[in-house]
Every structure is written in structure tokens, then in C-alpha cells.
């Protein structure tokens, strides 16, 4: 199957700090990226779909200034997120769809779990 | 607002069970996509339903898609201690394109 690579796979930051997760498509062109955001025991919320080349689309309740997205080429979407805070703490997790395979299947990476401390 | 709603929400039960997971909405979905996910790790696709009424097998798990495409169901046969894992259905909404996630169902299977 498609590989969708996530880096770093934890992060440890301090209050204040500003954190870059990476998304990376490895084996195939991803047009669209998604990222998720998921508390502990619960399922995945939809944070933002990012689209190569152009800005990103928010959920509603997600702060674009906190959280912000760029996706400058078509296997790479990065996700910052701004003076982190204690309340940031999450695992967070990218998806790709690769158009070229499916267009309905997204495969999604490994996550990323940021403790702000 | 769409919701996947997922029942039951915790099942532990013992190896040799079967166990059916549901994942019901009021919304139509253009496909229908099963997740399992272990702790510390990204959700792993498991199948894809796209038609209505569609059956799908993969070894013991059987997959369903409801005729309306609202709702869909997982079944395992003689569950195994390795299918412990947190399940999630995910329905790819006509209006916006977006994975819509359920609420998840998290399975222990004892030895």
C-alpha cells in the first residue's frame, strides 16, 4: 500500500514554543493532506485539508494562527503549531490521498504525539 | 453536522468469540472505510465499502455497507488476542469529500 511518513514521531516542547510536524508521502503524489488532531481513548477529529500550492482549509473551532499549515510540494505538508501550550498536547495524525491510486482511499502516517510541558 | 456514531463503545471478550461492531449515521456517504489502530500508531485501513448492500470478507472479518449507505457493520469471527485494537469507521462525505470518523469501538480479546 501507499506510505505515509510522519516526522518526528514524539516531540517534547517547552510552554511558549513553537513545534513542525511533516507529513511526507513516500511512494506516490498526494494533491490533498488532512490533518488530525486525537485526544487520549477518543477518535479523530479533522484539524485541516491542506492542498498543494494553495491555503489551507479550517475546521470550524481550529485556530489557523495557531495551527498553521503549508503544503509547498506534492509529497510534503507540514503542520506548525504556534507558542504551544499545555492544552496542545495531542497526538496528531496526517492522511493522503493518492488520486493516481484510489479516490477514495487516504492512508495515514504514524502520528506524531506532542507533550507540552 | 455528520456523525458517525459507533456501538459499542468498549468490548472485551474472550478468544474464540465472535463480536459484530456497528457504525450507524443519518447521513449518506459516498464510501464507507473500516480502521484499526493500536496505541502510539496511525489508523491502518482495513477495507473500503463503496456500494450499497456491499459484503466484503478479509479472513475472519466480514464487512457490510447498509443498503442506504448510511450505516455499516464488522464482524469477527473466533476473535483472536491480536485484534485487540481500537476500530474506527470512517464515511467519506458527498458534500465536502471529507473523512467523516466514527467514534470508535476499542476491543480487548483475552487469551
Known amino acids: 500500500g501507499a506510505v505515509v511518513s510522519q516526522h518526528p514521531s514524539w516531540v517534547i516542547c517547552k510552554s511558549g514554543t513553537s513545534v513542525k510536524i511533516e507529513c511526507r508521502s513516500l511512494?506516490?503524489?498526494?494533491?490533498?493532506m488532512f490533518w488530525y488532531r486525537q485526544f487520549p481513548k477518543q477518535s479523530l477529529m479533522l484539524m485541516a485539508t491542506s492542498n498543494e500550492g494553495s491555503k489551507a482549509t479550517y475546521e470550524q473551532g481550529v485556530e489557523k494562527d495557531k495551527f498553521l499549515i503549508n503544503h509547498a510540494s506534492l509529497t510534503l505538508s507540514t503542520l506548525t503549531v504556534t507558542s504551544a501550550h499545555p492544552e496542545d498536547s495531542s497526538f496528531y495524525i496526517c492522511?493522503?490521498?493518492?488520486?493516481?491510486?484510489?479516490?477514495?482511499?487516504?492512508?495515514f502516517g504514524q502520528g506524531t504525539r506532542l507533550t507540552v510541558v | 453536522t455528520q456523525l458517525l456514531e459507533q456501538s459499542p463503545q468498549f468490548l472485551s471478550i474472550q478468544e474464540g468469540e465472535n463480536l459484530t461492531v456497528y457504525c450507524n449515521s443519518s447521513?449518506?456517504?459516498?464510501?464507507l472505510q473500516w480502521y484499526r489502530q493500536e496505541p502510539g500508531e496511525g489508523p491502518v485501513l482495513l477495507v473500503t465499502?463503496?456500494?450499497?448492500?456491499e459484503v466484503k470478507k478479509l479472513k475472519r472479518l466480514t464487512f457490510q455497507f447498509g443498503d442506504a449507505r448510511k450505516d455499516s457493520s464488522l464482524h469477527i469471527t473466533a476473535a483472536q488476542p491480536g485484534d485487540t485494537g481500537l476500530y474506527l469507521c470512517?464515511?467519506?462525505?458527498?458534500?465536502?469529500?471529507?473523512?467523516?470518523f466514527g467514534t470508535g469501538t476499542r476491543l480487548q480479546v483475552f487469551p
Open positions: 447521513s449518506v456517504f459516498s464510501s
Open positions: 465499502v463503496v456500494t450499497g448492500g
Open positions: 470512517a464515511g467519506r462525505s458527498y458534500n465536502t469529500d471529507k473523512l467523516i
Open positions: 511512494d506516490f503524489q498526494a494533491t490533498t
Open positions: 492522511s493522503a490521498r493518492d488520486l493516481k491510486r484510489s479516490n477514495t482511499e487516504a492512508f
